[in-house]
């Protein structure tokens, strides 16, 4: 069994204090819901867990109702951090499930066809990010906007959502955290896990202000 | 004097060998003219340098006689390596310039208004680039998409253009460059200067794939 766990309790605190992004509404329909029927549509998931802030428990209920979302497992209440979130997540899911597959919620431009890509890559490599090569340039800034050093770009690459993971080895991954994590592949390698990255080259935006949701609105029109 | 350098003689190789990304139709208008239209259209900038490959110097001409763009200095052969393009550009300045904006012709969604923004704070701080914060996990990867590290991303900036600078510095900076750079202000840190980022959070990409083509269309319409 497959496993989708979508986090949607994130604090959007870069777009001010009162917006949850996950409930702005996007051409019509809230940002989450455009992730969840990505999720519902894609074949190889089978059940989808939805991590939330507590605020939030009964409008997504309704979000997923509304959205026909029939592969929801459960909604759950998120933590402070995103990986308190994750845990919350996984302590959800079925107990048949062998892959895990984690998106942000804040990322609606996912596709069904590279959801189907991550599980087809999960399978084969035991851990996956989606990612792309850096085409920018990269500096470092020790203070506030004053560049500081350029980073080789070379070998970078940047990297988003869904990522998959066998269950099991993310469950013993975390458990050897240490303080706060950011990223779900960043516990397997810690963990001395290999984390192999599917190429997409298709926009693919986290929405964290309001210029990205902007964006985001653009595309999808 | 202010003069744009705008850049367009990339070698596109990501776009497949035929394809000239500068001068692909976007909207019905080749690439490269959005960014003359933009630099046009900013009081700030008194002149334009436009450098494109040996075998557009022809359709360079008709674009800048098409759209009307009556700031442009001269139409110059750019060279292999972007900083031999960036070089051509200087030497075509007219000689009472004292700051100098490059920017990549790849990049047609820069505005008036980001431009001009850019010629305030060069004048404030002497060299300037646009940026924003890394939202996105940043991964290293020693062998082709495996992940071999996880970048702290705390402090790291994407940088794009335009950047600006005095154009003194630039030359100076520029005798000091040894081996290949693919970003100006490089040459001015390698130089000793200080570069001071202008943060800008909205859609500036640059179109080095068919997606980003595809992108930027979307966006623009």
Redo the contacts between chains.
Sequence with gaps: MTTAIILAAGKSTRMGAKADKAFLSLIGKPVVAWSLMAFERTPEIDKIVLVVRKDQLDASKAVVKMFGISKIQAIVQGGTRRQDSVLAGIAACDLDTKHIVIHDGARPLVTPELISEVVAAVKKSGAV?V?RP?????????KA???S???DRD??????TPQAFLLKDLRAAYKNVDGEI??D??AI?DNGG????V?S???NF?I??I??FE?VS??M?
Excluded: F, H, S, Y
């Design positions: 990010t990612g850096m085409i920018d340039t990269v500096k470092k800034c020790a906007a004053i560049v050093e350029t980073v070998k970078l690459w940047l990297v988003q950011t990223d592949c960043k390698e290999t984390v192999k990255i190429q080259l298709k926009p986290k964290t202000t210029e990205d964006l653009k595309i029109k």
